[in-house]
């Protein structure tokens, strides 16, 4: 992606040639997303727009209107058999009038939404010029009512009293309109329209007036006809009329005469759509140019496009509109490649992306591994290939090194892990890479490569300054401290037998701070921090304790940092660290570890008031020490993502540089706000038993109110009360990163918190009553929205529940009471010895039964597992469940191939051995604790496994029958040669039309079948 700078001249044709040439190296400074795909679909797009609820609708080719929420899309199409469905696929214009009332211009007429019915009206004057269906552009006319451009003329529409208004092209009538073909329309500030008339310039209508003053975009004797072909227009703030045409803009203050307009250089491309965001700047998409934003202070366009070395550039330059919703996201709709979004809410970061590799013949890549500050406000950039000197003002690559290995006085190697330049860009610049260590004097000079004795120690990890103008070297197995002066080294390893010398032999981060003392540690060999006394040659460790909260928070240490008030940073593979100097030389450790999520600190730098910034995985985290705040900026505030470790470096100007493996993010710490407003959250959804109310036809005994875009009412039969509402926050910059809290009043006594992939509250058997669900929302950076969306529910209770029913059923029960009393009394006397008998018959069958149970168990004696009487109560038991929930019931039927033979063979103790054996797998493939084993009788076994669906339950029979298999129980009279089964698997889902007989009995059906295709497998019942 490139930005460009374009200066408004004199009105003149404008020609490709007038639009320069871009940079191979300029960098932009959004970062666009791609949105997803809008329900399984990435149609063309052609129109977009946020309604006042925060709903994101989109217009398309072909694939009709969609409504998107953030998360899923919801899709409206034409359906010929259907008069309230879309009237046509291609809507090229969405309209939301004062009233909130949603209107699509489609091919064939203007469709207003009904959010009750979830389905549309259409509306068309009587009668029209040919084409007058299809609409290509809508605005409101100030008064309630619209402008309609079409096909088939300008009309005016005034959707309360349903009068069109149409103006039509009369070739008698020179105040006619002068061509029935509208492209665009505008609104000025006293209420006149202009329309765009293709291909004849523009048509001004003054308010009240019925006839037309025609305008020639280029008046020149030779006309450019592209000129003429005006596509888009867009009134600014301070009423400056911006004309889009085949040939790029078209600028007229809107004051002075017509004649003063001026063209403003921009590409050779059809401005398709203009749009001004919440400052006020001026946005155009283009055909095939890209994106286009106008910057009044410099006259200037800059200018966005796709650039395939950067992910996060557009996606595509075929655009056909743009706008920015009240988030602060800049969405941008193209014709070919889906959705882009950028977030303009975010100030204070520039991506940087040095290298076009796509435009480069020489090896690029924009994976930085290690940055360093330049002379003259530039940078030195290292990679995987080779190093390079960068102008961050110009947004270019100054030069490049890389090594060949074959001429002498090229870098030693092309991976470059570390570089420190001395004297602030006076001295000579020191590069670490992977084969030793490099020294460049000047600019236009050659490398003189320094190396160490060995592969690991020319392994370079980071270079840092130490006095006297010696440097300190991390490398792959050692410390190093070398005097450039003199040539001395001094290896640091550990010795396993000297407690004072390095915890580890390798090192990746050092750090001789202000006060001599150097720290070091390694991101990979654990040993925690060490700290070197240079006078002594001793080293103290700092090592983490679980046990002490005061101790390092890990022991990988990943970066060190000293700010400018001389406080030690430590950078570890768990959060970072502040070191704390204490009497007698003690030191502890503050961690700020919870606060930055436990992110490994990749790299750290501190701005000028004071702030400490690290790099890692998930972000940039800002800190202010004095107050212990954190601040996360993510992707979603236009970062470059994919930070690399040790990958930084602070300008002279104050500017921060944090490298990754997509090129770099430049910090200007005073100018970081992320300014963010609340979400509006809204119920996207309710279902009842699994069946959506977005189809505006609600089932029987249930009564939802309101819009479907957001209800307002729920009533459902306690029959019905199972249901489910899901909701979203219509904040687009990060949804996934948004947060929830739900709380049915009446039911749920504490707000329920949940996040983005969890966006529903479902409730099942309420009591008869009246509930009230709130639900609100925070997002990503978690400000939430002061008022819920609320739904009342109602629970109607059942006829027995009622107050005449409960009125006439006490009646009934003090009459019947009274009744019995009086026969009761009349028969104590008369039947008290028969009931003393009867009392004692009870009391003896009592004992019988009792005895009964107890003689019959359960369990079965032989296997250990649950026997047949045992396995029909819980299949009737795990049926009236399922039946409840909805959930399917899973069974297989096993038996034990060519059992009979086996008997017969090794006799009935060793067949018992075999059934107990079967028995045992079964247990174990059981898919959890409620899944019941059984011995159905003799050699025939049941597994029942409730809430399983068939998939499960065959792959679990097919394990089984593998199992067996692989234990080789050896059974001569088989065919196989070892003990083998044969399963049956059934899975049913509870309802009017089965029952676990039936369920029983597929199972058995399958088992019988897998017998008769030879034993030794499963079968699926069908």
């Avoid at 293709?198 to 006839?211: F, K, N, Q």
């Avoid at 396995?871 to 039946?883: I, M, N, P, S, V």
Wanted: with cysteine.
């Amino acid at each position: 992606m490139s930005c460009l700078i374009l200066l408004s001249v004199p009105f003149a044709p404008v020609r490709a040639a007038d639009w320069p040439v871009s940079p191979e190296a300029v960098t932009p400074s959004l970062r666009f997303k791609k949105l997803g795909p809008l329900g399984g679909d990435e149609p063309s797009m052609l129109a977009l727009l946020q309604d006042r609820q925060g709903y994101v609708w989109v217009g398309t080719h072909t694939n009709g209107l969609y409504r998107y929420n953030g998360y899923q899309a919801v899709r409206y199409a034409h359906n010929p058999a259907d008069p309230h469905s879309l009237p046509h696929d291609r809507v090229s214009a969405i309209h939301e009038d004062a009233k909130g009332r949603i209107w699509a211009g489609t091919q064939n007429g203007l469709a207003r939404f009904n959010p009750d019915t979830n389905d549309f009206t259409v509306v068309a004057p009587a009668q029209g010029p040919n084409n007058h269906r299809i609409i290509k552009r809508i605005i409101a006319d100030g008064r309630g009512g619209m402008w309609i451009g079409s096909w088939g003329g300008l009309q005016h529409y005034h959707p309360d009293t349903g009068k069109f208004s149409v103006y039509a092209h009369d070739a008698k009538d020179p105040g006619s309109l002068a061509s029935n073909d509208l492209n665009a329309l505008a609104l000025d500030a006293g209420g006149g329209v202009w329309a765009a008339t293709w291909p004849g310039g523009l048509d001004y209508l003054a308010p009240g007036a019925t006839s037309f003053r025609h305008h020639q975009v280029d008046p020149a004797v030779r006309a450019d006809a592209r000129v003429n072909i005006v596509r888009a227009l867009q009134f600014d703030r301070n009423g400056e009329l911006w004309i889009g045409t085949e040939a790029g803009v078209v600028h007229w203050d809107g004051k002075r005469d017509w004649s003063t307009r001026t063209a403003v250089p921009s590409p050779a491309s059809r401005i398709t759509d203009f749009n001004l965001d919440n400052q006020g700047r001026l946005w155009a998409t283009t055909l095939s140019a890209g994106l286009l934003r106008w910057n009044r202070e410099r006259g200037a366009f800059d200018q966005f496009v796709h650039a395939a070395d950067d992910p996060y550039s557009l996606p595509g330059d075929n655009l056909r509109a743009v706008m920015q919703d009240r988030g602060g996201m800049l969405w941008i709709a193209s014709f070919t490649d889906g959705i882009a979004l950028a977030n303009l809410s975010s100030e204070g970061f520039t991506r940087h992306v040095p290298f076009r590799i796509d435009r480069r013949a020489a090896p690029a890549s924009n994976a930085l591994l290690s940055l360093s500050r330049a002379p003259a406000g530039r940078l030195w950039l290292g990679g995987n290939v080779g190093m390079s000197l960068y102008d961050p003002g110009t947004r270019t690559v100054v030069k490049t090194w890389q090594a060949d290995g074959r001429t002498p006085g090229n870098l030693s190697h092309s991976i470059v892990y570390s570089m420190y330049q001395q004297d602030d860009g006076k001295g000579p610049l020191w590069l670490g890479t992977s084969n030793g260590l490099n020294r460049l004097d000047h600019v236009d000079g050659t490398f003189r490569a320094i190396h160490f004795g060995n592969t690991a120690s020319d392994y370079i990890n980071l270079i840092a300054p130490g006095a006297g103008g010696a440097l300190w070297l991390a490398t792959g197995n050692s410390l190093i401290r070398y005097d450039p002066a003199t040539d001395a080294r001094k290896i640091y390893y550990n010795d396993p037998q000297d407690r004072t010398s390095r915890s580890v032999d390798g090192a990746s981060t050092v750090l001789e701070d202000s006060s001599g003392r150097v720290w070091v540690g390694s991101e990979w060999n654990g040993g925690g921090l060490d700290w070197l006394d240079p006078a002594t040659g001793i080293f103290r460790h700092f090592r983490h304790d679980q046990a002490d909260a005061a101790s390092i928070s890990d022991n990988n240490i990943v970066s060190l940092h000293e700010d400018a008030r001389g406080r030690i940073w430590i950078g570890t593979s768990k959060g970072l660290n502040l070191a704390v100097f204490e009497a007698g030389g003690k030191v502890r450790f503050t961690s700020y570890a919870a606060a930055m999520r436990s992110q490994k600190i990749l790299a750290i730098e501190h701005d000028l008031d004071g702030n400490i910034w690290c790099s890692t995985l998930a972000g940039l985290f800002r800190l202010d020490p004095e107050t212990g705040k954190v601040s996360l900026f993510t992707a979603a505030d236009g970062l470059t993502e994919g930070f690399t470790v040790n990958s930084s470096a602070r300008g002279a100007d104050g500017t921060l540089y944090f490298g990754g493996v997509h090129g770099m993010t430049a910090v200007t710490p005073s100018n970081v706000r992320s300014s963010s407003v609340p979400p509006q959250v809204a119920i996207t959804d309710i279902t009842v038993f699994n069946h959506s109310l977005q189809n505006g036809k609600p089932r029987a005994n249930v009564k939802a109110e309101g819009p479907v875009t957001a209800p307002t009412a729920l009533t459902l039969s306690s029959e019905a009360s199972v249901f489910s509402i899901e909701f979203a926050a219509l904040h687009y910059t990060d949804p996934g990163q948004n947060r929830y809290a739900y709380q049915l009043q009446g039911f749920d006594r504490e707000w329920v918190h949940t996040d983005a992939a969890h966006r529903s509250a479902s409730y099942t058997n309420l009591n008869p009553g009246h509930y009230v669900f709130r639900v609100k929302a925070a997002n990503h950076l978690g400000v939430w929205n002061e008022e819920p969306a609320t739904l009342r529910v109602t629970i109607t209770p059942p006829f027995w529940q009622r107050w005449w029913f409960r009125m006439l059923g006490m009646a009934l029960v003090v009459f019947t009471l009274a009744l019995l009393y009086r026969i009761r009394i009349d028969r104590l006397t008369r039947h008290q010895v028969q009931l003393e008998k009867v009392v004692a018959a009870r009391t003896a069958e009592l004992e019988e039964s009792n005895r009964k149970l107890a003689a019959l168990s359960t369990t079965d004696g032989l296997t250990g597992v649950v026997n047949r009487r045992g396995f029909d109560l819980a299949l009737a038991a795990e049926w009236r469940r399922a039946a409840r929930t909805g959930q399917p019931v899973a069974l297989s039927m096993l038996d034990v191939d060519f059992f009979k033979k086996y008997n017969d063979h090794y006799g009935h103790q060793a067949g018992d051995a075999a059934l107990r054996a079967v028995a045992d797998l079964i247990t174990h493939h059981g898919r959890r604790a409620t899944d019941i084993a059984a011995r159905y009788g003799g050699e025939e076994f049941a597994l029942l496994a409730a809430d399983t669906g068939a998939a499960d339950a065959f792959e679990a029979a097919q394990s089984m029958c593998a199992e067996l298999a692989r234990r080789q129980l050896p059974h001569e009279q088989s065919p196989f040669g070892m003990l083998t089964i044969s399963i049956g698997v059934a899975v049913l889902v509870p309802g009017d039309d089965n029952s676990p007989d039936m369920l029983v009995e597929m199972a058995d059906r399958a088992l019988y079948r897998a017998k008769q295709r030879g034993r030794n497998m499963a079968l699926l019942a069908h």
